[in-house]
Protein backbone atom coordinates (compact mmCIF):
# COMPACT_ATOMS: atom_id res chain seq x y z
CA UNK A 1 0.00 0.00 0.00
CA UNK A 2 1.12 3.45 -0.67
CA UNK A 3 3.07 5.51 2.32
CA UNK A 4 0.70 7.53 3.75
CA UNK A 5 1.29 11.57 4.13
CA UNK A 6 0.70 12.34 7.50
CA UNK A 7 -0.37 16.26 7.16
CA UNK A 8 -0.86 18.17 10.96
CA UNK A 9 -4.39 18.51 10.16
CA UNK A 10 -5.85 16.48 7.75
CA UNK A 11 -9.75 15.77 6.93
CA UNK A 12 -11.20 13.27 4.96
CA UNK A 13 -15.19 12.85 4.35
CA UNK A 14 -16.39 9.28 3.24
CA UNK A 15 -20.65 9.36 2.16
CA UNK A 16 -22.68 6.72 0.46
CA UNK A 17 -25.26 4.22 0.87
CA UNK A 18 -25.62 1.34 3.05
CA UNK A 19 -22.82 -1.92 2.43
CA UNK A 20 -20.68 0.16 0.17
CA UNK A 21 -17.92 -0.29 2.36
CA UNK A 22 -17.46 2.96 4.46
CA UNK A 23 -16.95 1.80 7.49
CA UNK A 24 -14.33 -0.96 6.60
CA UNK A 25 -12.63 1.29 4.42
CA UNK A 26 -12.64 4.68 6.40
CA UNK A 27 -11.07 2.51 9.72
CA UNK A 28 -8.41 1.26 7.45
CA UNK A 29 -7.29 4.61 6.26
CA UNK A 30 -7.72 6.41 9.31
CA UNK A 31 -5.42 3.78 10.90
CA UNK A 32 -3.27 4.01 7.49
CA UNK A 33 -2.70 8.13 8.40
CA UNK A 34 -2.81 8.01 11.68
CA UNK A 35 -5.88 9.65 12.26
CA UNK A 36 -9.26 9.10 14.18
CA UNK A 37 -11.71 7.70 12.98
CA UNK A 38 -15.89 8.77 13.45
CA UNK A 39 -18.59 6.62 12.64
CA UNK A 40 -21.31 9.00 12.43
CA UNK A 41 -24.17 6.58 11.60
CA UNK A 42 -23.49 4.79 14.58
CA UNK A 43 -24.52 8.18 16.76
CA UNK A 44 -27.77 8.34 15.00
CA UNK A 45 -28.08 4.64 15.88
CA UNK A 46 -26.88 4.99 19.36
CA UNK A 47 -30.24 7.74 19.83
CA UNK A 48 -32.17 5.29 18.02
CA UNK A 49 -31.39 2.82 20.90
CA UNK A 50 -32.19 5.24 23.68
CA UNK A 51 -35.51 5.93 21.77
CA UNK A 52 -36.41 2.18 21.71
CA UNK A 53 -35.58 2.25 25.20
CA UNK A 54 -37.99 4.73 26.24
CA UNK A 55 -40.41 3.21 24.55
CA UNK A 56 -41.34 6.70 22.17
CA UNK A 57 -43.52 6.65 19.27
CA UNK A 58 -41.24 6.73 16.20
CA UNK A 59 -43.69 8.92 14.29
CA UNK A 60 -43.61 11.92 17.63
CA UNK A 61 -40.82 13.91 16.71
CA UNK A 62 -40.76 16.23 19.76
CA UNK A 63 -40.95 12.77 22.23
CA UNK A 64 -37.88 11.96 19.88
CA UNK A 65 -35.92 14.82 19.97
CA UNK A 66 -36.42 15.11 23.83
CA UNK A 67 -34.67 11.72 24.14
CA UNK A 68 -31.70 12.64 22.16
CA UNK A 69 -31.61 15.46 24.09
CA UNK A 70 -31.03 13.65 27.34
CA UNK A 71 -29.13 10.84 25.97
CA UNK A 72 -25.22 10.96 26.56
CA UNK A 73 -23.22 9.46 24.18
CA UNK A 74 -19.42 8.45 24.56
CA UNK A 75 -17.49 7.52 21.48
CA UNK A 76 -14.67 5.92 21.02
CA UNK A 77 -12.65 6.92 17.96
CA UNK A 78 -9.78 4.47 17.70
CA UNK A 79 -10.20 3.15 14.12
CA UNK A 80 -8.96 -0.07 15.84
CA UNK A 81 -11.07 -0.78 18.35
CA UNK A 82 -14.55 2.22 17.89
CA UNK A 83 -16.90 1.68 20.69
CA UNK A 84 -20.14 3.44 21.31
CA UNK A 85 -22.03 4.21 25.04
CA UNK A 86 -25.07 5.53 25.64
CA UNK A 87 -25.83 6.62 29.19
CA UNK A 88 -23.08 5.10 30.40
CA UNK A 89 -24.31 1.52 28.52
CA UNK A 90 -22.44 -0.54 26.60
CA UNK A 91 -24.05 -0.25 22.97
CA UNK A 92 -21.73 -1.88 20.25
CA UNK A 93 -23.28 -4.78 19.76
CA UNK A 94 -27.05 -3.62 20.23
CA UNK A 95 -27.00 -0.86 17.72
CA UNK A 96 -26.37 -2.77 14.90
CA UNK A 97 -29.25 -5.18 15.73
CA UNK A 98 -32.71 -5.53 13.36
CA UNK A 99 -34.57 -3.47 15.88
CA UNK A 100 -32.17 -0.15 15.15
CA UNK A 101 -31.43 -1.21 11.83
CA UNK A 102 -35.23 -0.82 11.04
CA UNK A 103 -36.25 2.27 13.10
CA UNK A 104 -33.18 4.59 12.48
CA UNK A 105 -33.77 6.70 9.38
CA UNK A 106 -36.99 7.66 11.09
CA UNK A 107 -34.90 9.13 14.14
CA UNK A 108 -32.42 10.53 11.76
CA UNK A 109 -34.97 12.02 10.08
CA UNK A 110 -35.84 14.24 12.91
CA UNK A 111 -34.64 17.81 12.27
CA UNK A 112 -33.64 18.04 15.87
CA UNK A 113 -31.36 14.93 16.28
CA UNK A 114 -29.63 16.17 13.53
CA UNK A 115 -28.16 19.45 14.49
CA UNK A 116 -27.76 18.33 18.23
CA UNK A 117 -25.51 15.27 15.93
CA UNK A 118 -24.51 17.72 13.61
CA UNK A 119 -22.96 20.02 15.99
CA UNK A 120 -20.93 17.56 18.06
CA UNK A 121 -19.38 15.70 14.93
CA UNK A 122 -17.64 19.32 13.79
CA UNK A 123 -16.67 19.52 17.48
CA UNK A 124 -14.93 16.04 17.45
CA UNK A 125 -13.74 17.43 13.74
CA UNK A 126 -12.56 20.34 14.78
CA UNK A 127 -10.66 18.97 17.63
CA UNK A 128 -8.74 16.17 15.62
CA UNK A 129 -5.85 16.82 14.12
CA UNK A 130 -6.58 14.06 11.23
CA UNK A 131 -9.65 12.24 11.20
CA UNK A 132 -11.65 10.38 8.50
CA UNK A 133 -15.10 10.57 8.95
CA UNK A 134 -18.26 8.23 7.14
CA UNK A 135 -21.45 8.60 6.93
CA UNK A 136 -24.52 9.69 4.38
CA UNK A 137 -24.35 14.24 4.70
CA UNK A 138 -20.05 14.52 5.54
CA UNK A 139 -19.23 16.26 2.60
CA UNK A 140 -22.19 18.09 2.19
CA UNK A 141 -23.07 19.26 5.75
CA UNK A 142 -20.51 18.32 8.43
CA UNK A 143 -17.41 19.10 6.90
CA UNK A 144 -17.95 20.40 4.01
CA UNK A 145 -14.26 22.28 3.93
CA UNK A 146 -12.98 18.60 4.04
CA UNK A 147 -9.40 17.93 2.25
CA UNK A 148 -11.01 14.90 -0.07
CA UNK A 149 -14.46 14.09 -0.64
CA UNK A 150 -15.43 10.75 -1.18
CA UNK A 151 -18.76 8.90 -2.20
CA UNK A 152 -18.56 5.29 -1.85
CA UNK A 153 -20.94 2.92 -3.82
CA UNK A 154 -21.71 -0.39 -5.30
CA UNK A 155 -24.16 -2.14 -7.20
CA UNK A 156 -27.47 -3.35 -5.78
CA UNK A 157 -26.70 -6.88 -4.95
CA UNK A 158 -22.78 -6.31 -4.20
CA UNK A 159 -24.34 -4.34 -1.44
CA UNK A 160 -26.66 -6.76 -0.16
CA UNK A 161 -23.86 -9.34 -0.17
CA UNK A 162 -21.46 -8.05 2.09
CA UNK A 163 -24.34 -7.13 4.44
CA UNK A 164 -25.69 -10.28 4.50
CA UNK A 165 -22.17 -11.16 5.33
CA UNK A 166 -21.71 -9.11 7.90
CA UNK A 167 -25.19 -9.56 9.55
CA UNK A 168 -25.50 -13.51 8.17
CA UNK A 169 -28.92 -12.68 7.41
CA UNK A 170 -30.97 -13.50 4.16
CA UNK A 171 -29.26 -11.96 0.67
CA UNK A 172 -32.84 -10.67 -0.62
CA UNK A 173 -34.57 -9.94 2.01
CA UNK A 174 -30.83 -7.76 3.46
CA UNK A 175 -31.82 -6.16 -0.36
CA UNK A 176 -34.49 -5.22 0.27
CA UNK A 177 -33.87 -3.37 3.15
CA UNK A 178 -31.32 -1.71 1.81
CA UNK A 179 -33.45 -0.01 -0.61
CA UNK A 180 -36.04 1.11 1.98
CA UNK A 181 -33.35 3.08 4.15
CA UNK A 182 -31.70 4.22 0.61
CA UNK A 183 -35.13 5.71 -0.36
CA UNK A 184 -35.66 7.39 3.43
CA UNK A 185 -32.25 8.65 4.09
CA UNK A 186 -32.34 10.27 0.24
CA UNK A 187 -35.54 11.53 0.62
CA UNK A 188 -35.46 13.06 3.79
CA UNK A 189 -36.15 16.97 4.31
CA UNK A 190 -33.17 17.47 6.11
CA UNK A 191 -29.64 16.58 5.08
CA UNK A 192 -30.82 14.01 2.44
CA UNK A 193 -28.29 11.24 1.39
CA UNK A 194 -26.42 12.90 -1.82
CA UNK A 195 -23.55 13.26 -3.53
CA UNK A 196 -21.44 16.29 -2.73
CA UNK A 197 -20.51 18.53 -6.18
CA UNK A 198 -16.80 18.35 -5.24
CA UNK A 199 -16.81 14.64 -4.16
CA UNK A 200 -14.88 11.74 -6.06
CA UNK A 201 -17.25 8.69 -6.99
CA UNK A 202 -15.75 5.08 -6.08
CA UNK A 203 -17.89 2.71 -7.28
CA UNK A 204 -16.41 -0.36 -5.11
CA UNK A 205 -18.11 -2.94 -6.83
CA UNK A 206 -15.78 -5.58 -7.55
CA UNK A 207 -12.76 -4.18 -5.33
CA UNK A 208 -11.56 -5.98 -2.55
CA UNK A 209 -10.82 -3.16 0.85
CA UNK A 210 -7.29 -3.03 0.08
CA UNK A 211 -7.17 -1.81 -3.26
CA UNK A 212 -10.24 0.70 -2.50
CA UNK A 213 -7.99 2.28 0.64
CA UNK A 214 -4.69 2.37 -1.69
CA UNK A 215 -7.19 4.04 -4.06
CA UNK A 216 -8.71 6.67 -1.59
CA UNK A 217 -4.67 7.17 -0.03
CA UNK A 218 -3.33 7.69 -3.29
CA UNK A 219 -6.26 10.28 -4.13
CA UNK A 220 -5.57 11.85 -0.23
CA UNK A 221 -1.46 12.09 -0.83
CA UNK A 222 -2.34 14.16 -4.14
CA UNK A 223 -4.78 16.41 -2.44
CA UNK A 224 -2.78 16.91 0.93
CA UNK A 225 0.99 17.13 -1.01
CA UNK A 226 -0.15 19.41 -4.27
Not at 11 to 36: C, E, F, H, M, Y
Not at 56 to 69: R, Y
Amino acid sequence: MERAVRPERCVVAVDGPSGSGKSTVSRRLATAIDGIYLDTGAMYRAITWAVLQAGVDLQDPDAIAKISQETTLEIGTDPLAPHFRANGEDVDAAIRGPEVTGAVSAVAAVPAVRRQLVRLQQEIITAAPRIVVEGRDIATVVAPDADLKVYLTASAAARAQRRSAEDATDVAATEADLNRRDKLDSSRAVDPLRQADDAVTLDTTGMGIDEVVATLLSMLNSKVSS
